[in-house]
């Protein structure tokens, strides 16, 4: 017995009487519209694989060819092992499609969003971040020990406000989401960058959400608005509607040079597998060559969220595929995703602090590859889940 497994147990326990704890389920089967979990079959509808790609045979057959001529490890960091060339091929592809002069991959998002932060602020900086930030970039934030002004959710004004008094900081910086991964909605972009530029800021957007999903060939949501030249720093990741893993920063040839010598989550990690990079490679080859893969995403989530809607539930006002269903209480979002599992659909209820305080929700994340009847299917045991727990009448 470990010597903190008292105090570890009671925080458990903690954790269990507010309906906080988390637990993993294994599922026995690939990332599909259909899973396997403890031998029965569930609908996803709570991936980040929008597209459907995770398991799609061109992606299989680009990892499996990269593992049969580079292996599988990336054998140390890219400064020390050398940098394989799947990864070169992804980053000039990457630059290409967010029109912008290069790229960098990481190893996940989260290692390049506290990678990218901490490498461009530092003490005697300022950090404009929004509010409902992912998690990753809060974590850049905190260990860049520049000092951090936090804006209310989407409010420029409140912004501007704080911009004003910051006039005496060595570098300012803005952070946001473009689409904030728990609501769905995006950032007010084009405020941001005419605010950033009166005010000498710089602006890094992350992308996670919006890279092969929004924008014109899924460039993302900087891309839709026309505004790329005006972001200096492009985060976004190869995990979600690319179905693969990593991540990547892009940007000016100066900023990926800069990350290359400063980032440390770049310098002190392993290189992405090149399967990995070989496979994101492939998503991009099947959204450029396919548009209607992303219309069938959002085709697929208006309907399920129109369905849902008719059915009684309140879904917070995305902008996205990410469809918010909005439940309250930490301990009602638990007992409706158990109402919904018992019935073969598998939503997982997202809870605080994920969310904030009063707003556990289900998130609902329909793909491309889910069939009509797969959605009606959910919305069947939606609604039955819901009147059995009085959420809807
Ligand atoms: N940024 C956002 C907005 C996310 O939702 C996520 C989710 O995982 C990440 C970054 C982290 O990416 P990764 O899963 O590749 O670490």
């Known amino acids: 017995m470990g010597i903190l497994d008292d105090e570890f147990?009671?925080?458990?326990?903690?954790?269990?009487?507010?309906?906080?704890?988390?637990h993993?389920?294994?599922i026995g089967s690939a990332h599909a519209p259909r899973i396997e979990a403890d031998g029965r079959q569930f609908i996803m509808l709570s991936s980040n694989n929008y597209l459907g790609l995770a398991a799609h045979p061109a992606l299989k057959r680009a990892a499996a060819d990269a593992i049969d001529r580079y292996g599988v490890g990336a054998g140390a960091s890219r400064l020390i092992a050398g940098s394989l060339a799947p990864l070169h091929e992804l980053e000039a592809r990457i630059a290409r499609l967010k029109r912008v002069e290069a790229a960098l991959v990481f190893g996940s998002g989260y290692?390049?969003?506290?990678?990218?932060?901490?490498?461009v602020a530092g003490p005697g900086d300022v950090i404009f971040s929004d509010e409902l930030n992912h998690a990753s970039l809060i974590d850049g934030c905190r260990l860049s020990k520049a000092a951090i002004q936090i804006y209310r959710h989407r409010d420029v004004d409140h912004l501007a406000a704080l911009l004003r008094e910051s006039h005496d900081a060595r570098r300012r910086l803005i952070v946001t989401d473009s689409v904030f991964s728990m609501d769905g909605d995006c950032a007010?972009?084009?405020e941001i960058v005419d605010l950033a530029r009166r005010h000498r800021a710089?602006?890094?957007?992350?992308?996670a959400h919006a890279i092969g999903v929004v924008g014109p060939g899924g460039a993302g949501l900087a891309a839709k608005l026309g505004l790329e030249k005006e972001?200096?720093?492009?985060?976004?990741?190869?995990?979600?509607?690319?179905?693969?893993?990593?991540?990547?920063?892009?940007?000016?040839?100066?900023?990926?040079?800069?990350?290359?010598?400063?980032a440390r989550s770049f310098i002190f990690s392993t290189g992405l597998p090149p399967a990995m990079a070989a496979a994101a490679s492939a998503a991009l080859n099947l959204i450029e060559s396919d548009p209607t893969l992303i219309e069938r995403l959002w085709d697929n989530a208006e309907y399920l969220r129109g369905e849902l809607i008719a059915a009684g539930f309140t879904i917070a006002p995305t902008q996205t595929p990410i469809i918010p269903v909005m439940i309250g209480a930490s301990y009602a979002a638990i007992?409706?995703?158990?109402?919904l599992l018992e019935r073969g659909i598998y939503v997982i209820a997202i809870r605080p602090p994920t969310v904030p305080e009063g707003t556990a929700r289900l998130r609902v994340t329909p793909t491309a590859a889910h069939t009509r009847a797969d959605l009606d299917e959910a919305v069947?045991?939606?609604?039955?889940?819901?009147?059995?727990l009085g959420l809807i009448s």
């Open 9 to 22: 147990r009671a925080a458990l326990d903690a954790l269990g009487r507010d309906s906080l704890r988390r």
């Open 24 to 26: 993993l389920r294994e």
């Open 111 to 119: 290692l390049a969003n506290i990678g990218a932060i901490t490498a």
């Open 188 to 190: 007010p972009l084009a």
């Open 202 to 207: 710089a602006v890094m957007i992350d992308e």
């Open 231 to 262: 972001i200096d720093i492009h985060a976004g990741t190869l995990s979600k509607a690319l179905g693969a893993y990593g991540a990547y920063i892009a940007g000016s040839s100066p900023l990926v040079d800069f990350l290359i010598n400063r």
């Open 335 to 339: 007992n409706m995703s158990a109402g």
């Open 380 to 388: 069947m045991a939606f609604t039955a889940a819901g009147r059995g």
